[in-house]
């Protein structure tokens, strides 16, 4: 009889570890789909919604191409989402040009449009990316890493012409911290983000462009014209859209940047009604006080797309700057190593904001925390 209660209390013991197993696994299975569905499908919609209906604005999702070329033409503001709440102090202590707004986006601008003219030429930034390619070792996998090493020394060749040190190695880690935090996967680590700046102050420092700015160079409001378009956007979204490239090879380098860029919604703020007129009958198409979200995704999905029609990234005030030197260089990457066998960029990619790689359990809880935290605090 005691035998057969001790084999029965190691019964129960064991049944109790396996529920206790599988509500830890139900947990986690649930976590993660919420997750997913908030980052991708129809949650970031009630998550938007949400902020819009605490903000006291409404909230229109646009993706009807005509509708959305005249909102990006009418309007420069992006708002107080995605940009301000989540890349905004992602970016920092770095300003990005794509997330600021009002007179700090002007202020950044106006220094970028500065800055820009002291650069070589967009041939001559063609000829380096060539030039670096080709002297790759042949016998090297092109994984994740190695098309960030790469996308850095084109850009620290055409700029600063200083050829690759691979001390620099440091540059291209924090560009993963930095990428993960705006992917909302985990916090970054601030000081190789702080490193990374002074890296960046150093080369202007002893560089021929100095002079534009003086001292201020060692503010975010100089330093951030550099260092944002031309050193972490690419390294970040230049491995993402490589990864995307591989899988889908049939796509045009516009497509894959369209809508395989790693931050695939476009937002604006409009403060007065979009008006257009059909047959002298005016018609209000978007009401002030409106934030309007455009998703690449669904509008490359469309069957009536056609990406020469659509050019999100090339229209209206908050175009994106940095778009001349990104096609230049996805073309010459992607036309260099596309049959290669050694071409692998998914292999070490992590952080990725279009869903590349797997999401971790503690990604998907500290995603959930920050959107809980967003939503209370606003």
Known sequence: MLCILLWWQQLMLIELGFNIFIWCYGFYYFIHILSLIIRFTDGRFLILSLLGWKHGCKVMWIADLDVAKKVLLTTSSKGSFIEEKIATPAWSPVLSLESVNGDLWIDLKSKFLIFQKYLPSAEQFTRVVRYILSTQDANIEIDAKQVVRITLACFVKWIFNRDWDPEWDFVCEASWEWRKEL????????????????????????????????????????????????????????????????????????????????????????DKDIVVCNDGVSCVLVNANTQVFIPLDTIGQQEQYHHNLWTPFGIGPRKCLGSQYAVPLLTEFITHYKNSPKFVPYKNHKYSGRNNDNLSFHESIYQLVLFAKILIRN
Request: aromatic share 14%.
């Open 183 to 270: 992917a909302v996967k985990g916090k970054a680590d601030p000081l190789l983000k702080f490193r990374t700046i002074d890296w960046l102050i150093d080369l202007i420092n002893h560089s021929n462009y100095y002079h534009i700015f003086g001292e201020q160079w060692s503010t975010p409001e100089c330093y951030s014209v550099i260092m944002q378009p031309f050193i972490l956007s690419p390294m970040i979204n230049i491995s993402d859209i490589a990864v995307s490239a591989s899988r889908r090879p049939d796509l045009s380098i516009q497509e894959l940047i369209h809508y395989y860029h790693p931050f695939p919604i476009i937002e604006r703020y409009i």
